[in-house]
């Protein structure tokens, strides 16, 4: 199996253009996107959903748009089950339409892997313009104040946060 690292390493101009991108996105089923996101969103923020540091998204739905992917991440909390669930969706007809959200965060892939990989703050991806939030002003600052507090390197398996972070030094 190839690992993200050997990506990097190999990377040219034309191998990670959003276009490739945005192929295996739309190859990709959303019930495999949502099954996987969903097992590891539990698993990775298991003691702060447990800690009640998320109750902020009981009965609210946050949209996460990747805006060069045309994919659309809708997080809530179950109250019950105190799970975090996720809808996908990859049309912005679809998201517009029919999809509820509260608030909504947008950027390109690179920003939020930017933000994951702790290279910029989501206050200056905002005040770059390269992070907007719409809806519910107020869910949307919980919800990146709770973002900025995570350590990814905590969090994260160690070789995924080292490729992560070989990557984003390479982002301009």
């Given at each position: 199996m190839i690992s993200l690292n050997d990506f990097i390493e190999h990377?040219?101009?034309i191998f990670f253009t959003p276009k490739w991108l945005?192929?295996?996105i739309h190859y990709t089923p959303n019930a495999v996107i949502k099954m996987l996101m969903e097992q590891?969103?539990?698993?990775?923020?298991?003691?702060?959903?447990?800690?009640?540091?998320l109750d902020f998204l009981v009965d609210k739905c946050i949209c996460i748009e990747v805006n060069n992917?045309?994919?659309?991440?809708l997080f809530s909390l179950d109250a019950?089950?105190?799970k975090m669930r996720l809808l996908v969706l990859k049309s912005t007809f679809i998201c517009e339409q029919m999809a509820r959200f509260d608030g909504k965060l947008s950027g390109s892939s690179d920003s939020f892997l930017m933000l994951i990989a702790g290279k910029y703050d989501p206050d200056t991806l905002f005040f770059r313009r390269q992070l907007s939030i719409e809806g519910?002003?107020?869910?949307?600052?919980?919800?990146?104040n709770w973002l900025d507090t995570q350590e990814p390197q905590d969090l994260l398996p160690h070789q995924l946060y080292a490729d992560l972070q070989r990557y984003v030094t390479q982002l301009p």
């Open positions: 990377k040219t101009g945005k192929t295996m590891q969103l539990n698993a990775l923020f298991e003691t702060q959903i447990a800690s009640g540091e992917l045309s994919l659309y991440l019950q089950t105190k519910d002003t107020e869910l949307c600052l919980m919800f990146k």
